[in-house]
């Protein structure tokens, strides 16, 4: 504008003609530049100081930035583990946007900052642990912590690589362990952690206190137990080097108290979220679609009908496809109709039409292009893991992963957010609510049961939520009979073998597992359930499985919740060394997974490096 200006003032000196004080159009156009020249000044000045406070309050976010940008490079870096983990920014930013929606407003901006990293990092839990299988979630969880405390400069990369590697020495100046109950392998690692600052004295330590350690080692639970002098005040996450070496199979529970430690004594992310179909629901759009990737044994039609109904999607507005060979054109229909009639599709065993899925991703492609779409279309795909699954379709597509959580907390919350008040009232029967709790818990028993391998059942079974729910409706018969008869007791025999020997025990087929199983609902289902004094299922040395009493399922799902974090063998029926095994192989397959992610991530280099890189991207 200004050199608008200047043109048309020297363009009208350059045609003034006799005295420039006498001609009237050059002395207003001189006039006018002037006005609009300070006007223009003013406009600058102003934009200037805005952008100054637009900057500032820009600075005032970047953590908000920060915490963003490590929780999408953790959640990027699960693409080494499985094909099934795709992620694309525009998912990713959703989630962001809704994270910042749903805050808490707070006045201050310090608080303001505060809550909504605490509700993005929460979202951002939910939307990947959701749709990752349940033996790379605590993984996840771990990798998303260590990258925050990288971000804020509290990390060393030389115990970081200890710990997923271990001795990567090639020297062998140690020599054999001098104790028995340490391993060569496990002395070689610490001669070599000894050479890592923090931990020069480890050596020296060890070998003038070898009592002490022992003692150290022999506990069950050593994680939550300060090891011997001068290490006593050691930092949640450097004992874990002391856990690979001594106590590999401690590694796991070591590394929850980790993340509890980290988030100030909140266990939320050492948990597996319930999964809330509705909320879910809402989360979703037309364009993109509903994956579930499918474990051994799962099945959410039935969520998924209940789901529909209650959004009245019945009858012909929710129509079931199981896909196979020559099903192709039925399945393109279906998707055609329902997009333009805003009805839901739900398409069964797409792993099984391999081929087909490209030509899937196309019509999903050329109907968005289109704009053609209902915005109450929905289309429900489920999937065994695989490599021919269209990367188009997972980045952007809501993922959902169907298996048991680990833990008996989680289990028997799960299913017992499936019930509802009304199920609860089904029988007015005294015993019935203490049953179903029982019920909940013999149900979760069973399917964590099998984490143990073959000292848990000798054959793997897939219990699930079908047989609990037959067992509840048979439970209900049977206490509702009993109730109309007047009768003094509860059929229990009759129980206890129909939900033992048929419901459950259908899928047995080993006749020692079939005898656990049994022996279980011999310790569970008695009039001795209702005697003088609480009664109790199983007690550790840190806590006591007792029958709660609550009203509604509400405070039955806060008596499931007072459950501790880490169960004990006992509460199976088993000896502690139980869980060496399985916790020594879940170690040993994080371990491998974090090296895989180690590769990859922002720029494909060291984790410093990543860290650099974040920084620029931020600033």
């Not at 529970?253 to 979220?273: A, L, M, Q």
Request: proline share 4%; hydrophobic share 40%.
């Amino acid at each position: 504008i200004l050199k608008d200006l200047e043109e048309t003032l020297l363009l009208a000196l350059v045609n003034s003609t006799g005295s420039i004080l006498e001609d009237e159009l050059l002395l207003n156009t001189l006039e006018k530049t002037k006005k609009n020249s300070i006007s223009i000044k003013e406009s600058l000045e102003k934009g200037n100081r805005t952008k100054e406070i637009l900057e500032e309050v820009r600075q005032t976010y970047v953590e908000v930035a920060k915490r963003g940008a490590v929780l999408f490079f953790a959640m990027q870096k699960l693409s080494a583990i499985s094909e099934m983990y795709q992620y694309s920014l525009s998912s990713y930013l959703e989630v962001f946007r809704r994270s910042i929606h749903d805050a808490k407003p707070a006045n201050i901006p310090i608080n303001r900052i505060t809550n909504i990293i605490e509700k993005l990092t929460h979202n951002t839990y939910d939307y990947v642990v959701m749709s990752i299988f349940e033996c790379n979630r605590l993984m996840f969880a771990f990798q998303m912590t260590l990258m925050m405390i990288e971000i804020e400069g509290g990390f060393q990369q030389t115990l970081y690589d200890f710990f997923i590697k271990g001795n990567t020495s090639c020297n062998d100046d140690c020599g054999k362990s001098p104790v028995p109950w340490l391993m060569d392998g496990s002395w070689k690692e610490l001669c070599f952690l000894s050479s890592i600052k923090s931990f020069e004295e480890l050596r020296l330590s060890f070998e003038q206190n070898i009592d002490e350690w022992k003692t150290w080692f022999d506990i069950e639970n050593l994680e939550d137990v300060p090891p011997p002098s001068p290490f006593a005040e050691l930092s949640k996450f450097n004992i874990l080097l002391l856990l690979r070496i001594f106590r590999p199979d401690r590694v796991i529970n070591g590394i929850k108290r980790f993340i509890i430690d980290h988030f100030k004594g909140n266990e939320y992310y050492v948990s597996s979220p319930t999964i809330n179909y509705k909320k879910i629901l809402g989360q979703t759009s037309e364009k993109y679609p509903i994956v579930f990737v499918l474990s051994p044994g799962a099945d959410p039609i039935n969520d998924i009908q209940i789901l529909a109904n209650s959004e009245g999607m019945v009858g012909n507005k929710f129509k079931f496809l199981s896909l196979g060979q020559n099903m192709e054109k039925e399945a393109e229909e279906l998707i055609s109709n329902a997009s333009q009639r805003g009805h839901w599709v739900m398409l069964q065993n797409c792993d099984l039409l391999p081929m087909w899925l490209k030509e899937l991703e196309k019509i999903l492609e050329n109907q968005n292009k289109g704009g053609k779409v209902m915005k109450e279309f929905r289309l429900w795909l489920t999937t065994k893991p695989t490599k021919a699954f269209p990367l188009g379709i997972l980045q952007n597509a809501t993922k959902i992963v169907t298996e048991p959580p680990e833990g008996l907390r989680f289990n028997m919350r799960s299913i017992a957010s499936k019930l509802t008040d009304e199920n609860m009232c089904e029988s007015s029967h005294p015993a019935f609510r203490s049953l179903i709790y029982v019920l909940c818990l013999f149900h979760a028993i069973l399917l964590d049961r099998r984490k143990f391998g073959k000292i848990g059942f000798n054959v793997s079974y897939d219990f699930n939520e079908s047989d609990f729910r037959i067992s509840f409706k048979l439970l209900n018969m049977y206490l509702n009979k009993s109730l109309q008869n007047n009768d003094d007791e509860i059929p229990w025999e009759s129980l206890k073998y129909l939900i033992g020997e048929a419901m459950y025990g259908g899928r047995v087929t080993d006749e020692f597992d079939r005898r656990v199983l049994t022996t279980y609902l011999d310790e569970y289902m008695g009039n001795f359930l209702f005697d003088e004094g609480k009664f109790w299922f199983a007690s550790s040395t840190s806590y006591s499985y007792i029958l709660p009493t609550f009203v509604n399922i509400e405070s039955m799902v806060a008596r499931i919740n007072d459950l501790p974090i880490i169960d004990s063998p006992v509460v199976f029926g088993l000896n502690p060394n139980s869980e060496i095994t399985y916790y020594s192989n879940s170690a040993k397959l994080m371990w491998a997974n974090l090296l895989s992610m180690h590769s990859v991530g922002a720029s494909g280099g060291s984790t410093l490096e990543n860290s650099e890189l974040l920084q620029r991207l931020i600033e």
